[in-house]
């Protein structure tokens, strides 16, 4: 089991930037791929990134791409999500999990990850 910590949340206006961080410990960080989800109130639990366990692929969800931006340093053991030109569309609160298999292909199904963080709250003011 890995356990993940969020950090980086906050208020924004739009078109401002934010950095999240995915700090991971427990089973073997670098073997798994790691993505992030957001939850707005009231939605379903969306995908928005992930990266692969190397960090040499990356997949994005159609709403964030061009904006945000997943990398992982497995030195440190934790995945990033830079997130710019933000807008009041991105307030949720966001989360990190790791993928459940090591051989991710870039699935957006919440069903194949696990270990999820507490998240983060991202508010977008306009």
């Known amino acids: 089991q890995v356990q993940l910590v969020e950090s980086g949340g906050g208020l924004v206006q739009a078109g401002g930037s934010l950095r999240l961080s995915c700090a991971a410990s427990g089973r073997t960080f670098r073997s798994y791929a790691m993505g992030w989800f957001r939850q707005a109130p009231g939605k379903e639990r969306e995908f928005v990134a992930a990266?692969?366990?190397?960090?040499?692929?990356?997949y994005y969800a159609d709403s964030v791409k061009g904006r945000f931006t997943v990398s992982r340093d497995n030195a440190k053991n934790t995945v990033y999500l830079q997130m710019n030109s933000l807008k009041p569309g991105d307030t949720a609160v966001y989360y990190c999990?790791?993928?459940?298999?090591?051989?991710?292909?870039?699935?957006?199904?919440?069903?194949?990850?696990?270990?999820w963080g507490q998240g983060t709250q991202v508010t977008v003011s306009s």
């Open positions: 999990a790791a993928s459940i298999s090591t051989s991710y292909s870039g699935s957006q199904l919440l069903a194949d990850f696990g270990s």
């Open positions: 990266i692969s366990w190397r960090g040499l692929s990356t």
